[in-house]
């Protein structure tokens, strides 16, 4: 650790020329970092209130305004990614957001450095404690919650890291294809660098430009088991083995074949590092054949509580022990074996059922690439599935080739599961959903279930006229919200329909104009069946619609278009 600087000293003691990585296509040096941090810090100090969100897209400018907002007294809270709905999430918590987003948000502006060049000039060292952090959990098995970390906390966990595994790591480059806005990449891409003096390449992906990065000079790769499991083998990995040093992988369980495939490509047996958002890291191990048993991160303490992992460790909040919801036994070698979560063993019909054991059986046909099992809410909880065939040419099949396969999977599953315990409802993906970390989280696999658009039954169609049938499934997304009390079908998704179907149809003109004669005349629930009808006059660019059903007449109107300006 002849090159370690503490976290809290960084900005004071570090070397001038210190090397920090790539900003904006160009090397930077420390002296580069601090003029960044001071700018940052100049307008966090301008600006009111402690807590501020921060996104963006580069992992050095990312840096230098965490920086800049701790050395100006301000709590960070990490936005996982800049959708509206993660943004809006966050901003009954925070005073203003700064980073790459859309103006809408009012993002804080970096002055220029040279502005702030001579503003308070010297540094003084952090204060490990009051150098606040929110992070979130990734939500895999509910609602994401807000956890806030320490500096210390942050501290104690790289050297750690780096206390078993820097000897691997001397002169290398930091490359990843995790994202520093969740606490993993934060750790391994940012802050472990920054204190190692380690340059850190911005975030890249495995195609031709990420082989090439590796392949230039000794690094190191961090990843996520999602990444990874899709490393494309057509890629010239043969130029990357002898300039990687390590590839890291975190944020979920690697898969066995996961594992032996970046041994064949990349010529590395993985290291996995198993921890959490609350708990920072726990342990690791090297991804061999077997595997081998968990070794704890030095400082951690271990031990098994009514068969679930326990731990004391100075990357959490508090010296007590803490007992996560991962079911442990202890292996022969001292280590400890990890056996599945505690939290994933669900009542359905007040039957215990363990979601693990459900995706081990689903991954056992050869047919399955992937698969992920989850409780669907509703006045009736359900069970669910998500596969991934092997065989890509399934999800073209139609309907009946589907079924046919998720009727294999069923029965497969009979042999060790009653009927109350399978899953009831499937979906059948190219691969599963995931976040910016490499995350499957429970939203994103719930919204595999609620179908944006109704089933469709066309009647009639021709170059100006169409007639189709709508069956609306309550699980529709529109149906959310639209009233708690009375699920209604809104007048907006009627309208967004019609034009949606009509763009299928016909060659409509791209420019809305506007409405004439809409109306809404009855409303229209789940389980009804709809008859929508569509006229297109192309002299007028008028569409034409009409909701009807049972009930009546639902809703009409014409919707005007016109060519792009």
């Known amino acids: 650790m002849a090159d370690w600087i503490a976290l809290h000293q960084l900005l004071r003691t570090a070397p001038a020329h210190r090397l920090v990585g790539d900003a904006d296509g160009q090397p930077l040096d420390h ?23 921060l996104h963006f897209d580069d992992s050095v400018a990312f840096a230098a305004a965490l920086l800049g907002a701790w050395s100006a007294g301000k709590r960070v809270y990490l936005a996982a990614d800049r959708l509206p709905a993660t943004l ?47 992070v979130f959990t990734s939500g895999s098995t509910g609602e994401p919650e807000a956890i806030e970390k320490r500096l210390d906390q942050l501290a104690r966990e790289v050297e750690a890291l780096e206390q078993v595994f820097g000897g691997l790591l001397d002169g290398v480059q930091v490359h990843g294809t995790v994202s520093h806005q969740h606490i993993y990449g934060l750790l391994f891409r940012v802050l472990w660098p920054l204190a190692a003096g380690r340059a850190i390449l911005p975030r890249r992906f495995f195609h031709e430009d990420l082989v090439a990065a590796l392949s230039a000079a000794p ?51 993985p ?5 959490s958002s609350e708990t920072g890291g726990i342990a690791w191990r090297r991804c061999e054949a077997p595997p ?29 022990w803490w007992r996560s919801e991962d079911r442990a036994e202890i292996a022969d070698d001292g280590g400890f074996r990890l056996l599945g979560r505690a939290d994933r063993i669900v009542k359905i019909e007040e039957r215990r059922v363990s979601l693990d054991a459900l995706e081990r059986a689903l991954r056992a046909d050869p047919a399955v690439a992937d698969a992920r099992v989850l409780v669907l809410p509703g006045q009736r909880e359900q069970l669910a599935a998500v596969v991934v065939p092997r065989d890509g040419g399934l999800l073209d099949a139609g309907a009946e080739g ?81 009233f708690p009390q009375v699920a209604v079908l809104p007048g907006v998704a009627q309208v967004d329909w019609a034009i ?66």
């Open 402 to 482: 589907r079924r046919s396969f998720t009727q294999r999977l069923t029965t497969l599953l009979a042999a060790g599961h009653d009927a109350v315990s399978r899953p009831r409802r499937w979906r059948l993906v190219p691969a599963l959903p995931v976040n910016a970390q490499g995350k499957s989280t429970q939203a994103l696999l719930q919204a595999l279930f609620q179908p944006s658009m109704p089933s469709l039954h066309w009647l009639d169609r021709s170059d100006s006229t169409a007639t189709v049938q709508l069956a609306l499934d309550p699980s529709l997304r529109v149906f959310d919200g639209h």
């Open 292 to 320: 081998s048993a968990w070794q704890p991160l030095p400082g951690v303490r271990w031990r098994i509580e009514e068969g679930q992992l326990a731990v004391a460790s100075p990357h959490l909040a508090t010296t007590a």
């Open 219 to 269: 690094c190191v790769l961090v990843a996520t088991p999602a990444h990874l499991k899709r490393l494309p083998e057509q890629l010239e990995w043969r130029a990357v083995r002898g300039q990687l040093r390590a590839v890291f992988s975190s944020g979920g369980p690697l898969p066995d074949h996961a594992a032996a495939q970046v041994r064949v490509l990349l010529g590395q047996a």
């Open 271 to 275: 290291i996995e590092v198993f921890g």
């Open 88 to 134: 809006q999430a966050l901003q009954p918590h925070v005073d203003g957001f700064a980073g790459d987003l859309e103006p809408h948000w009012a993002p804080l502006a970096m002055p220029l450095p040279e502005a702030a060049a001579g503003i308070h000039e010297e540094f003084s060292d952090l204060d490990e404690l009051s150098c606040r952090l929110v």
């Open 500 to 565: 949606r179907l009509g763009r299928q149809l016909f060659a409509m003109p791209p420019r809305f104009v506007r409405m004439d004669a809409v109306k809404f005349q009855q409303l229209a629930r789940p389980g009804d069946v709809l008859l929508l009808q569509l006229d297109w006059d192309a002299a007028r660019a008028v569409l034409g619609f009409r909701f009807s059903s049972d009930h009546g007449v639902h809703a009409s109107g014409k919707v005007l278009f016109a060519d792009a300006d």
């Open 31 to 53: 002296a580069g970092l601090l003029a960044r941090v001071r700018a940052w810090r100049t307008a966090f100090a301008a600006a009111a209130g402690r807590d501020w969100a």
